[in-house]
T-cell receptor, first 115, second 115 residues
Framework: SAVISQKPSRDICQRGTSLTIQCQVD?????MFWYRQQPGQSLTLIATANQGSEATYESGFVIDKFPISRPNLTFSTLTVSNMSPEDSSIYLCSVLGTGWDNEQFFGPGTRLTVL | AQSVSQHNHHVILSEAASLELGCNYSYGGTVNLFWYVQYPGQHLQLLLK??????LVKGIKGFEAEFIKSKFSFNLRKPSVQWSDTAEYFCAVIARNSGNTPLVFGKGTRLSVIA
């Protein structure tokens, strides 16, 4: 299994500002993902964080709005840029286990409120 | 591409009632199936998973799920719910041998157990 921590756990931000969320894993993992969980909704994949190269974004998400870094196999950051109230959500870091069973592990999430 | 449908948005049960949450997936090939649970204020946890073999799988806390291939279903069941089962439940699927791709989640079902 993998233990994932995220910082900050929650934040309240002003419109137009940016917030960087950190994700730390206790072991080296190949695949890291960032999800968004809007109030009352399911998890939506934002992007796959690739180590040493640009992230792979899902439809509807762009690098200018959600820049991602992945400097090594245990750490990633997601920045929510030029925030608006519509960005209020829980942002989750997730990693794929090293076994063959596709099990994914999730961080505790970062609850973001944009005023 | 895979997709997942969870039929019930919100289920309210009394303690000791039986539970069944529906999950159907859309994909023509072989899949791995998962149920995740998110207790209030906590992060996502794996409840149970199916890869192959006995289509009736047992998970933690008395939960079980049955894979019915002909119906593309993977319904979650528990004979007698407790107040502590109040949570959000997510069904997820991934195509077998899909490499390092992330899970596809359903929209979730909120379970409220009342005394």
């Amino acid at each position: 299994s993998a233990v994932i921590s995220q910082k900050p756990s929650r934040d309240i931000c002003q419109r137009g500002t940016s917030l960087t969320i950190q994700c730390q894993v206790d072991s080296q993992v190949t695949m890291m993902f960032w999800y968004r969980q809007q109030p009352g909704q399911s998890l939506t994949l934002i992007a796959t964080a690739n180590q040493g190269s640009e992230a792979t974004y899902e439809s509807g998400f762009v690098i200018d709005k959600f820049p991602i870094s992945r400097p090594n196999l245990t750490f990633s950051t997601l920045t929510v840029s030029n925030m608006s109230p519509e960005d209020s959500s829980i942002y989750l870091c997730s990693v794929l286990g090293t076994g063959w069973d596709n099990e994914q592990f999730f961080g505790p999430g970062t609850r973001l409120t944009v005023l | 591409a895979q997709s997942v449908s969870q039929h019930n948005h919100h289920v309210i049960l009394s303690e000791a009632a039986s539970l069944e949450l529906g999950c159907n997936y859309s994909y023509g090939g072989t899949v791995n199936l998962f149920w995740y649970v998110q207790y209030p204020g906590q992060h996502l946890q794996l409840l149970l998973k199916y890869f192959s073999g006995d289509p009736l799988v047992k998970g933690i806390k008395g939960f079980e799920a049955e894979f019915i291939k002909s119906k593309f279903s993977f319904n979650l069941r528990k004979p007698s719910v407790q107040w502590s089962d109040t949570a959000e439940y997510f069904c997820a699927v991934i195509a077998r041998n899909s490499g390092n791709t992330p899970l596809v989640f359903g929209k979730g079902t909120r379970l409220s157990v009342i005394a």
